[in-house]
């Protein structure tokens, strides 16, 4: 299986076939990655993304969508929609487990090499950023088990307090 690795980065300037956005269900935007991602990426990625709401209402939470990636240097943009923390819940944490696993199937399905994750859900919607890291890291690995097609898993952690998460769980110094 391949090794997984976190770095410290900006996710929208990774030359990777997929970056995965923190979106919400709107697909349209808001704060944090899933701003920094559309802003980059430019009015293409909206209009990929209003497309996809018109067709189907948005995005559930605990699933995901794909697109291209505008300008960004990655081939797609897969949109995949986290729970907002309301406590220790297992429905919750089932929830962001399925958004890294709805992912990881839209990127075998799209013949994807390489993905980059962000903390899915850590940002405004309030998870727990250690426990996020643990649901991330085991769906991730577990996902990989038996699909051996994607070659390359990068966690991007935009903060200092989750680089240091993932380099523990993940054993890098």
Same mark, same amino acid.
Request: net charge negative; aromatic share 6%.
């Given at each position: 299986?391949?090794?997984?690795?976190?770095?410290?980065?900006?996710?929208? !300037?990774?030359?990777?076939?997929?970056?995965?956005?923190? $979106?919400?269900t709107s697909l349209l935007g808001g704060g944090g990655v899933d701003g920094a991602i559309h802003r980059k990426?430019?009015?293409?990625?909206?209009?990929?993304?209003?497309?996809?709401?018109?067709?189907?209402?948005?995005?559930? !939470?605990?699933?995901?969508?794909?697109?291209?990636?505008?300008?960004?240097?990655? =081939?797609?943009?897969?949109?995949?929609?986290?729970?907002?923390?309301?406590?220790?819940?297992? =429905?919750?944490?089932?929830?962001?487990?399925?958004?890294?696993?709805?992912?990881?199937?839209? $990127?075998?399905?799209?013949?994807? =090499?390489?993905?980059?994750?962000?903390?899915?859900?850590?940002?405004?919607?309030?998870?727990?950023?250690?426990?996020?890291?643990?649901?991330?890291?085991?769906?991730?690995?577990?996902?990989?088990?038996?699909?051996?097609?994607?070659?390359?898993?990068?966690?991007?952690?935009?903060?200092?307090?989750?680089?240091?998460?993932? =380099? $523990?769980m993940l054993g890098q110094s």
């Amino acid at each position: 299986m391949i090794p997984l690795e976190c770095i410290q980065a900006d996710i929208t !300037t990774l030359e990777v076939d997929a970056i995965v956005n923190a $979106a919400n269900t709107s697909l349209l935007g808001g704060g944090g990655v899933d701003g920094a991602i559309h802003r980059k990426a430019g009015p293409q990625l909206l209009e990929e993304c209003r497309a996809i709401r018109n067709r189907q209402g948005g995005c559930p !939470t605990g699933e995901a969508v794909i697109t291209g990636a505008g300008r960004l240097p990655a =081939k797609f943009v897969i949109h995949a929609v986290g729970p907002v923390w309301q406590g220790t819940n297992p =429905k919750t944490e089932a929830l962001l487990a399925s958004a890294y696993r709805h992912s990881l199937e839209l $990127a075998v399905a799209n013949h994807v =090499k390489s993905i980059a994750f962000p903390n899915i859900s850590t940002g405004i919607y309030g998870f727990p950023k250690p426990r996020a890291a643990e649901i991330a890291v085991a769906e991730v690995t577990r996902f990989l088990e038996t699909n051996s097609s994607i070659e390359q898993v990068l966690f991007v952690c935009f903060d200092e307090e989750n680089f240091d998460i993932y =380099k $523990a769980m993940l054993g890098q110094s």
